[in-house]
C-alpha cells in the first residue's frame, strides 16, 4: 500500500538477535489471545526505563498492547512498573473478560466498570506512580491534559516518550515472520481465486468485495487495509477507494490488497490489464518492474533505507518520470500496515538490519491514463533479503483474458 506520507522518526535501537532466514520458515505463526504474554519483550522494555528514569509506563496503542501480551481484541491499556517483580496490569472491560481469562497467569486483568478514563485513572492512583511514561505518539492531547487533571496534587509526574515499544517491533523474531508469511499465503491465494472471474462489465466495489471475501474464507481476520481496486485511470491515485466503476476491456486495473492473520498484516500490489495494454502503460510497466527489481535487490543488513529507494527513484526519473512517482518506496509491515522503517526520500534515513519486514512498492501514475504499482513483501537478511511474495510480477502474467 503506497506510503504517501512519513511523520514518525526511527529512533535509535539496542542491539537484537538475528533472525536466520531458515528459523523464520520453521517457525509458527505467533499465537495470539491465548494468554500469551512475552517476557522477554516486556523486559526489553523495561530496559529502556532507565533513560528517562521511569517507574511505570502506560501502553495504549492496541498494536503494542498486543505485541507485549498478545491479547488484539482493544480497547485495553497496559500499566508496566520498572521493577520485574511486578506484574503489568492490562485494563480492559467485561466484553473480553472470558477472553482474557488464560492471561491472569502472567498479568494482572483488571476489568473495569466506568468509564476508561475514570478506571485509568483510579489504577494510576492505586499504583504509587512516581514519574509515568506515557506514549506521546498515540495519546491526544485532551487524554494528555485530561490525565494531568486528573492526577494533579497525587506525585505522579507524567513523561511523554516515543517510540519505546515501536523501536522494538521494527525487528521481527521468527515468529513473527511466519505469521507475516501466513496473512501473505492468504491474501495470495484468495487474489488467485479472484483472478479468473474477473471480467469487463464489473465495478471495482465488486472485485474488492470478493478479494476480502475469499481472504476471509482462508482465515484472514479482516482486510489489512481498505481493498484498492482502481480501474481504468482511477490508478493513478495512489490510494484510491473503490466505488461503482465499471471495468473496462483493454483497460488497466490496479490492485492493492492484503490480509490480517493473528494480528499481522501482509500488503501487496499488481497491475493489469483486461485485454491489450495501452502503449505507454505497458513501457511504464517495464520500467515499474525494473526499478521493483532493481531495488529489492539492494535490500540488505547495513544499507540505508534513502539509498535503496534512490535506487528505484533514479531508475524511473531516468526514463522521464521521477515527477511522476511521489510517495515512499516502501514502508515496514507487522501488526500496523506502515509501520518504522521507512523507505523514503522524504522521511529519515535509517540503516536497515536483519529481521526487518519491509514493503517494495515502486508506482508510476498518469491522470488520466492510469498507473502502475507493483509491491511485494521482504525480509532483510545478512546477505539480502527474502521475499515472502510469490505472486508473478512479469506483464504476460498480468494480462488478464
Not at 491465548?34 to 530496559?47: E, T, Y
Not at 474488492?208 to 482511477?234: C, D, L, Y
Not at 505507454?280 to 535490500?299: C, M, N, P, R, W
Request: glycine content about 8%; overall charge positive.
Amino acid at each position: 500500500m503506497a506510503q504517501l506520507l512519513t511523520h514518525r522518526k526511527p529512533s535509535h535501537r539496542p542491539p537484537a538477535k538475528s533472525v536466520p532466514a531458515r528459523a523464520a520458515a520453521k517457525a509458527k505463526p505467533a499465537a495470539t489471545s491465548q494468554g500469551s504474554v512475552s517476557p522477554d519483550r516486556i523486559a526489553r522494555l523495561r530496559r529502556q526505563f532507565e533513560r528517562e528514569a521511569l517507574s511505570h509506563m502506560l501502553v495504549t496503542s492496541p498494536e503494542d498492547v498486543g505485541y507485549l501480551t498478545g491479547f488484539l481484541g482493544g480497547d485495553s491499556y497496559l500499566l508496566i512498573p520498572a521493577s520485574d517483580r511486578a506484574k503489568a496490569t492490562l485494563l480492559s472491560d467485561s466484553r473480553y473478560a472470558e477472553e482474557l481469562e488464560p492471561f491472569r497467569k502472567a498479568l494482572n486483568v483488571v476489568i473495569r466498570t466506568q468509564g476508561m478514563h475514570a478506571a485509568t485513572v483510579q489504577m494510576l492512583k492505586d499504583a504509587s506512580i512516581s514519574r509515568l511514561g506515557i506514549q506521546a505518539e498515540i495519546m491526544t492531547v485532551g487524554e494528555l491534559r485530561g490525565l494531568e487533571h486528573s492526577l494533579a496534587g497525587v506525585g505522579t509526574t507524567l513523561v511523554e516518550t516515543r517510540g519505546l515499544v515501536g523501536q522494538l517491533r521494527v525487528r521481527k523474531d521468527a515468529s513473527e515472520i511466519a505469521t507475516i508469511r501466513k496473512a501473505i499465503s492468504i491474501q495470495q491465494a484468495a487474489l488467485k481465486a479472484v483472478l479468473p472471474t474477473i471480467k469487463p462489465g464489473q465495478t471495482e466495489l465488486e472485485v474488492a468485495a470478493k478479494i476480502e471475501a475469499e481472504m476471509k474464507m482462508r482465515g484472514a481476520s479482516s482486510p489489512a487495509f481498505e481493498t484498492i481496486v482502481g480501474a481504468q485511470a482511477n490508478g493513478s491515485l495512489p490510494h484510491y477507494r473503490p466505488h461503482a466503476v465499471k471495468l473496462k476491456k483493454n483497460q488497466p486495473l490496479l490492485i492493492d490488497w492484503g490480509a490480517v492473520y493473528q494480528g499481522y498484516r501482509g500488503d501487496m500490489t499488481r497491475t493489469f490489464a483486461l485485454g491489450k495494454w495501452p502503449k505507454e502503460l505497458a513501457e511504464i510497466y517495464k520500467i515499474v518492474l525494473d526499478a521493483h527489481t532493481l531495488s529489492a535487490a539492494a535490500l540488505r543488513a547495513g544499507a540505508t533505507t534513502k539509498a535503496v529507494d534512490a535506487i528505484a527513484r533514479n531508475h524511473i526519473t531516468k526514463h522521464g518520470y521521477g515527477d511522476n512517482f511521489g510517495h515512499g518506496l516502501g514502508h515496514g509491515l507487522g501488526l500496523h500496515t506502515h509501520e518504522d522503517p521507512r523507505l523514503s526520500h522524504m522521511a529519515a534515513e535509517t540503516t536497515l538490519e536483519t529481521g526487518m519486514v519491509v514493503t517494495i512498492e515502486p508506482g508510476i501514475y498518469i491522470p488520466g491514463l492510469g498507473g502502475v504499482r507493483i509491491e511485494d513483501d521482504y525480509v532483510v537478511t545478512e546477505k539480502g533479503s527474502e521475499n515472502l511474495c510469490s505472486l508473478p510480477k512479469d506483464i504476460k502474467w498480468a494480462t488478464l483474458g
